[in-house]
């Protein structure tokens, strides 16, 4: 153990402080004080990121297999940002959450949820940030399904099976990982995977499995049906946050500026991270649900994320300059889409409908010009300073990605635009469940201090090269480049008027996942009546045929609705599948 002891003990209220605030409220829930007290749990953790707790390392024998947590540079800035939201969202929810909501069962599974995420970032050894990045995910479960509304159901039903999916992977991945560095410790495990002969299988594993939670093309479609039915505080975190931490376990595992240039790898995740961002786009400003606009744009900026970890495994010795952007890219993200999932909220309350509506415009307006990169804003900033990494790229293929990186703001734009047309406050919100808030400061107060810092972080970023970034010239680019964007956005919000909507079937919500739902279900169906023939031919009584199709009906019931649930029990079978093929190749 290094540093003092009360260091260490404050390292270790992290986790602990939220875990025993639930653990409180499951024996008391109708102890309101629990629920006030509940936000405050994220307090430990973001002191230690701001500096009470110096850089330092505490080992725990006992613990599992032998526990290490840490505080480096990485972690620092993971935990200032996700115990920031998480203390924001959860002031947010105090006023937005009303006695009879089930505030209660709200702040249990919003502490577990929070011990997980902020677990998991000070954990130094992969088996406590499995056990962490597990209690997360599964959490979060009970978030999603909070108002139990048939889409609830539904988008809780699918997100389960990505989660069980993802864990599987993971455990795999780390296995693997483990036998490569002769180590459980993540500072062992990127070197030896460097050079290791299952670098590759390792690779693939944690790819998808960190790709599921960080919302990656293909693997993103709980995203969009999840952001919708979730209460508003509680998607602030699961964008904002929670998201992050594929990306902190992709830092964490690859071996990223450690050996030989991964040129195959880097030019796949910057392909499947741009085509992210424009198909978000295409997706998502067909949608009618703010929420789930916004969900779309967590895929798309996330796309953005992808490239630079691809950019990185591409071009290792750029590395230090790229992680740089990367986790300034993670912070911008969390303040800016915080804030707009808060901004949903706040456009529906009492202050909307009131004389502060336009202030309450105004706070959508700021985050949403920051996440679509203008000038003088913390996107504006990682945008400017990601393309000339871009061009670090071997020819022909540095030139045509610093380019398509500009026109990334294209499609952020178009969401954004989509965005405000569709949260702007109409005055006409008396009924929604934050305007009934008996005290509207716990609104306002952590909506106004997400923004400020959002603001702020731009001009605090201490980013080599941020200062090039504010020229004349460059600002004169970006606002010419944010022009054109805009323009582009009007030309296509034009042409757009000019159809007719009802002929044309527009991508729905969870877009992939449709056609795979309507498939499986169609299959087993098909399956059913096979099963149900060839059981009426051998039994030759219609009596028992009848008796065995209920029985069959009965048990396929939940897989056969194309409204979720489609085939747990396959994605089971072939998750153990890669599991056993992890073990057995150690």
């Known amino acids: 153990m290094t540093g003092t002891s009360l260091d260490a003990w404050l390292l270790l209220l992290i986790p602990s402080a939220p875990l025993a605030v639930a653990c409180a409220l499951m024996l008391w829930p109708t102890r309101r004080a629990l629920t006030l007290l509940a936000p405050w749990a994220a307090l430990p953790a973001l002191a230690c990121a701001l500096g009470l707790a110096p850089p330092l390392e505490i080992d725990l024998p006992w613990l599992l297999l032998g526990t290490q947590l840490g505080l480096d540079h990485t972690a620092r800035i993971f935990l200032f940002f996700t115990a920031f939201l998480w203390l924001a969202a959860g002031v947010f929810a105090t006023g937005y959450l009303q006695e009879g909501d089930g505030r209660a069962r709200f702040f249990v599974f919003f502490l577990f949820a929070m011990a997980g995420n902020l677990g998991l970032i000070i954990a130094g050894d992969m088996l406590s940030f499995y056990a962490s990045f597990a209690m997360m995910s599964f959490a979060s479960y009970g978030l999603i399904l909070h108002n139990r509304t048939a889409e609830a159901g539904r988008a809780g039903r699918i997100y389960i099976v990505m989660v069980v999916a993802g864990e599987v992977l993971l455990f795999a991945a780390l ?7 002769d180590s459980l410790l993540f500072a062992d495990v990127p070197p030896a995977l460097a050079e290791a002969p299952t670098r590759d299988v390792v690779l693939a594993l944690a790819v998808a499995g ?6 990656v093309l293909g693997l993103h479609v709980w995203l969009p049906l999840a952001h919708p039915v979730a209460p508003t505080p509680a998607s602030a975190v699961l964008s904002g946050a929670m998201i992050k931490a594929g990306l902190l376990g992709w830092l964490r595992l690859l071996p990223l500026g450690e050996g030989p240039a991964l040129e195959g790898w880097g030019l796949l995740l910057m392909a499947v991270g741009l085509l992210a961002v424009f198909y978000a786009a295409f997706v998502g400003i067909a949608q009618r649900n703010p929420k789930t606009v916004l969900a779309y744009s967590s895929v798309s900026q ?3 994320v992808t490239t630079a970890i691809g950019l990185g495994l591409a071009v290792p010795t750029r590395w230090p300059e790229i992680s740089a952007i990367v986790l300034f890219l993670a912070l911008h993200h969390a303040l800016a889409k915080g804030a707009l999932f808060l901004g949903v909220g706040m ?3 009492r202050f909307a409908a009131g004389r502060y509506r336009w202030l309450v415009a105004a706070g959508l307006v700021l985050p949403a010009l920051a996440l679509a990169g203008a000038p003088f804003t913390s996107g504006g900033l990682v945008k400017a300073l990601l393309k000339p990494e871009a061009m670090a790229l071997p020819a022909p293929w540095g030139a045509p990605l610093a380019a398509l990186v500009s026109w990334t703001l294209v499609g952020t734009v178009l969401l954004m635009a989509r965005f405000l047309y569709l949260a702007w406050p109409s005055g006409a919100s008396a009924g929604a469940p934050s305007a009934r808030a008996s005290s509207g400061y716990s609104l306002a107060v952590p909506w106004a201090t997400l923004i400020a810092a959002l603001l702020l972080s731009a001009f605090t970023s201490g980013l080599a090269g941020a200062e090039a970034v504010w020229t004349w010239s460059a600002v004169l680019s970006g ?3 944010l022009a054109l964007a805009a323009a582009c956005t009007a030309l296509a919000g034009w042409l757009l008027a000019k159809v007719d909507w009802h002929r044309i079937p527009l991508p729905a919500s969870g877009d992939l996942v449709v056609p795979v739902e309507r ?7 098909t399956s059913a009546r096979a099963l149900h023939d060839l059981r009426y031919r051998l039994s030759g009584g219609e009596a028992v045929a009848k008796s065995y199709l209920t029985t069959l009906r009965r048990l396929l019931a939940p897989a056969v609705s194309i409204e979720g649930g489609w085939a747990p029990a396959c994605t089971m079978f ?5 599991l056993l093929a992890a073990i057995s190749a150690t």
């Open 519 to 525: 498939g499986l279900a169609s299959l087993l169906r």
């Open 175 to 181: 296995i693997l990982a483990a036998a490569a560095a």
């Open 302 to 304: 996330m796309g953005l």
């Open 479 to 481: 606002v010419a480049t």
């Open 210 to 215: 960190f790709g599921i939670k960080l919302g």
């Open 347 to 349: 456009a529906a309350s």
């Open 574 to 578: 072939l998750a153990l599948l890669l």
